[in-house]
């Protein structure tokens, strides 16, 4: 069954660093997201990616974020200046349209230090 | 006030009991999610719907457009159904609103 592929699993990074985030979406969805969970709280949105453009974003989504698909199979999230309260874990998640289910990845765990 | 409110947030039963899960929302959707999450951290979609009813194996989902109320039936629980279930609302198009999950822990 096809899936939405997330890597690294986990990344341990120091406070000021930049990360960058990697999903494989599932091959014949056009439809991206990311989202993010806080240690113990629930699940929040973060951007949304259509057409080689972000299609919508939170407040969370500030200068410090970035999103691309650099490729045809690739999207990913860039954190410029990695802070304390960015360690979370960061969800990929993409769908076919806008009227089918949302398919999740595994997770990425970011811990900044 | 949360737009998107679930309950019981924890659940503890029996293997073989019915369970229920609730969300209720308080703005209009386009369509609602119901996800699992286990201790692992990954999410898995279990529905996605915008009326009516969904049944897939042992789960049920309902949905009330008008009263903004959804529920999860689990019938003939199992252990293995221990996780967090989380309900899911498209805000928009795009944007999906979360609820705080419910956990859900099925004893043998």
């Known amino acids: 069954e096809p899936e939405v592929t997330q890597t690294p699993s986990h990344q341990v990074t120091q406070m000021g660093q930049e990360v960058i985030l990697r999903c494989v979406p599932i091959s014949n969805h056009l439809y991206f997201y990311w989202y993010r969970q806080i240690l113990g709280q629930k699940v929040e949105f973060l951007v949304s990616f259509y057409n080689n453009e972000i299609s919508e974003k939170s407040e969370i989504f500030d200068d410090q974020f970035s999103v691309e698909r650099p490729d045809g199979s690739n999207f990913t999230l860039k954190i410029r200046s990695t802070k304390l309260e960015d360690s979370a874990m960061y969800f990929c998640?993409?769908?076919?349209?806008?009227?089918?289910?949302?398919?999740f990845g595994q997770g990425t765990r970011l811990t900044v230090v | 006030k949360n737009e998107v409110e679930q309950s019981p947030q924890n659940l503890t039963a029996q293997e073989g009991e019915f369970i229920t899960i609730n969300c209720s929302y308080s703005v209009g959707i386009s369509a609602l999610h119901w996800l699992q999450q286990h201790p692992g951290g990954g999410i898995v979609s279990l529905f996605m719907l915008s009326s009516g009813k969904k049944k897939h194996g042992r789960l049920i989902a309902t949905i009330n457009i008008q009263e903004k109320h959804s529920s999860l039936h689990i019938t003939a629980s199992h252990p293995r159904d221990s996780a967090v279930y989380i309900c899911?609302?498209?805000?928009?198009?795009?944007?999906?609103?979360f609820g705080q999950g419910t956990r859900l822990t099925i004893n043998p």
């Open positions: 998640a993409s769908r076919v349209d806008r009227d089918t289910e949302a398919f």
């Open positions: 899911a609302v498209y805000k928009g198009a795009q944007k999906l609103v």
